[in-house]
């Protein structure tokens, strides 16, 4: 027999799956007293919705709404929906990822899985209770309308439990912690870590940066439940934060969410233009402006476009670069007369996922030269071979440069194998293949480095938008040191171009006019 509570329940169960025209229609034609009850209902949907469309029920909807805002909603539905993620967030200060990240955010997740283990770190204790502190105040003031309660023998700022629910024997709640401290007996099913480093003093000490990554992978990592995702917020202080030594030991393993100030890169995740605001109705271009001129380039950088820039010591000055530098439009506006590929690959036929330089650079008719591409990363020899000429498609280059050295005989037979592979697939649209030129990557590695670096210093090179890794690389080497990939494929790609005698390796040895026109 159907009882009252049970037609009611399968009545709303119903209505919560009618499109959201339909369920106004439905409002429509309500007695009042029943659209009282679906009010009710409307409510705890729009409280399921999102960490956002909580935050505005709860708040009479003075909590505020952005499209990055929106991202971060995503991620937390997505892990709430059972996917077992590893998200980045990096974000300008200001903008609101702490707020919804770790407040909203792990509120909602509380009320989407009572019986889940939340666990949030900070660079400081203090910061971490704050956030648990805040929680465990929402829970205590909005229970009846989250549906559920804080348990009364457990309610502590850095650690409080749930009320388990109705016949189940597990307990969720929240714990919280600064960063490197102990977290024995601990465990979480949403790990998130917001801000590992108090600043800049602390994200530029060695020490303190082998700390954070030591204590992230023996006690962070450790604690995880079967299937627990992980979220890492942070503004980047340094090129080897936390976030850069996660991207350089597992990038696969994440997915980043990067949102710059001011967004300068045509894949920008919110498909804003270059230039364009990240929150234009808080921040917009003249105060953006003004804030870059008040804390300086290398802050800038660092904390409002997440592109943390070494400090410079070597042969190459950064003002050689940022000072040349053009964008992808005014680039369109140049007719190259020679595009080079250049590749710096690990020695040997190793199938491992070695790091490999693959750096594109151009040259027009005025001896300028361009770098246009940096397509460096980790890649087995059955993948850097095709990525190789897949860039030299791209580009429609004149000429690969190989190292002929330290496995570089077998550079070449690489390149031409997977070259032949493409063309049999189509990919190569009839072009012909590249000039194979071989180089000895090792040898007089000064005498090749600081030529080009004086180019740079005439404003005769001029980097296509930012190549942050590789602009890393050049400003912090120093001669005697060995020399990393993206700088070594960039060494050989300018050389290349800079060379007179290579002239003859360009336009005048193929029919095909690759080099007519181009755009």
């Known amino acids: 027999m159907t009882t009252a509570p049970d037609r009611r329940d399968s009545l709303a169960s119903h209505y919560r799956s009618l499109p959201a025209e339909q369920r106004r229609r439905v409002i429509a034609r309500a007695r009042p007293e029943t659209r009282i009850k679906l009010a009710r209902i409307e409510r705890q949907m729009a ?53 919804r990240a770790s407040r909203w955010g792990p509120l909602w997740y509380l009320r989407r899985h009572p019986e889940h283990r939340v666990m949030i770190a900070c660079y400081g204790a203090d910061l971490a209770d704050d956030h648990g502190r805040w929680v ?13 309660k804080l348990h009364p023998a457990s309610h502590a700022a850095n650690r409080f439990d749930l009320e388990q629910r109705r016949g189940s024997s597990v307990r969720g709640g929240m714990v919280t912690a600064g960063v490197g401290g102990a977290l ?22 060695p020490a303190q940066r082998e700390r954070i990554w030591e204590w992230y992978r023996s006690v962070f990592f450790t604690r995880r439940a079967p299937g627990a995702s992980l979220i890492l917020i942070n503004t980047r202080w340094h090129e080897d934060d936390l976030s850069g030594r996660l991207l350089k ?17 045509p894949h920008d995740p919110l498909h804003r233009s270059i230039g364009d605001p990240l929150w234009p109705e808080q921040y917009d271009l003249d105060e953006l402006t003004d804030i870059r001129e008040s804390v300086g380039e290398r802050v800038w950088y660092a904390l ?120 049999r697939e189509g990919e190569t649209t009839r072009m012909l293949m590249p000039a194979i030129i071989e180089v000895h990557a090792k040898q007089g590695k000064r005498l090749r480095a600081e030529p080009i670096a004086q ?20 400003v912090t080497w120093i001669p005697g040191m060995d020399s990393p990939d993206r700088m070594d494929a960039a060494v050989h790609a300018l050389t290349e171009l800079a060379d007179p005698a290579a002239a003859a390796t360009g336009t005048g040895s193929y029919n095909d006019q690759r080099l007519a026109g181009r755009r």
Not at 136 to 142: F, G, N, V, W
Not at 455 to 474: A, F, I, R, S, T
């Open 304 to 423: 409002y476009q997440q592109k943390p820039r070494p400090l410079e010591g070597g042969v190459w000055k950064w003002a050689w670069i940022t000072n040349h530098r053009i964008t992808p439009e005014a680039w369109r506006g140049i007719d190259p007369t020679r595009v080079v590929v250049a590749v710096d690959h690990a020695g040997g036929d190793t199938m491992r996922n070695d790091e490999v330089g693959l750096v594109c650079a151009a040259k027009d008719n005025e001896g300028h030269m361009y770098v246009l591409d940096d397509r460096s990363r980790s890649m087995g020899a059955d993948t850097w071979g095709t990525e190789v000429c897949r860039l030299a498609i791209e580009r429609q280059a004149d000429a690969i440069i190989v190292e002929k050295n330290f496995g570089g005989d077998m550079a070449s037979q690489i390149v031409t194998q997977a070259w032949r592979e493409l063309e």
């Open 136 to 148: 465990r105040d929402q829970l205590k003031e909005y229970s009846p309308a989250l549906g559920i």
């Open 249 to 265: 030991h597992e990038p696969h393993r994440w997915l980043q969410i990067d949102l710059p100030a001011l967004a300068d890169s």
């Open 184 to 205: 024995n007996g601990k465990g979480y099913n949403l790990g998130i870590i917001d801000d590992p480093f108090k600043g800049h003093d602390d994200a530029a000490s």
């Open 455 to 474: 180019l740079y210093k005439q404003g005769k090179v001029h980097h296509v938008d930012e190549h942050v890794e590789l602009e890393g690389q050049l």
């Open 47 to 99: 409280m399921d919705r999102s960490p956002g469309s909580l935050a505005a029920v709860l708040t009479g909807g003075r909590e505020k709404q952005a499209a990055h805002l929106d991202m971060i909603d995503s991620a937390f539905r997505r892990i709430a929906a059972g996917e077992r993620l590893q998200i980045m967030l990096t974000c300008p200060p200001r903008h609101g990822k702490s707020q």
